[in-house]
């Protein structure tokens, strides 16, 4: 059983910078991927960046590719996400996820992961 939570979501103008964490509690975060996905008002959640266990993967979605980076942390059992370069079109509620074995033509389907936290919103104005 994992439990996630993340924070560090916020108003940001366009151009501008946020750190989002998602802190993991349970046994298996060391051996997890993690994802981070986005939903936007009237929009499906879509996959936004993941990342191996072992870090040794990652992934991006491409409307993110080159200005967010997601790492992680095993010894803190957290996640982060580094978004610059923010546009209003990234803004939507950010939740992470967990999953186990997830195998990387997998990696960007929601039902890939078995536990997701709530969320926290990112809002980038004009």
């Known amino acids: 059983q994992v439990q996630l939570k993340e924070s560090g979501g916020g108003l940001v103008q366009a151009g501008g910078s946020l750190r989002l964490s998602c802190v993991a509690s349970?046994?298996?975060?060391?051996?997890?991927?993690m994802g981070w996905f986005r939903q936007a008002p009237g929009k499906e959640r879509e996959f936004v960046t993941a990342?191996?266990?072992?870090?040794?993967?990652?992934r991006y979605a491409d409307s993110v590719n080159g200005r967010f980076t997601v790492s992680r942390d095993n010894a803190k059992d957290t996640v982060y996400l580094h978004m610059n370069s923010l546009k209003p079109g990234d803004t939507a509620v950010y939740y992470c996820?967990?999953?186990?074995?997830?195998?990387?033509?997998?990696?960007?389907?929601?039902?890939?992961?078995?536990?997701w936290g709530q969320g926290t919103q990112v809002t980038v104005s004009s």
């Open positions: 996820a967990a999953g186990a074995s997830i195998a990387y033509s997998q990696i960007e389907f929601l039902r890939s992961y078995n536990y």
């Open positions: 990342i191996r266990w072992d870090a040794s993967v990652t």
């Open positions: 349970g046994r298996t975060f060391g051996t997890a991927t």
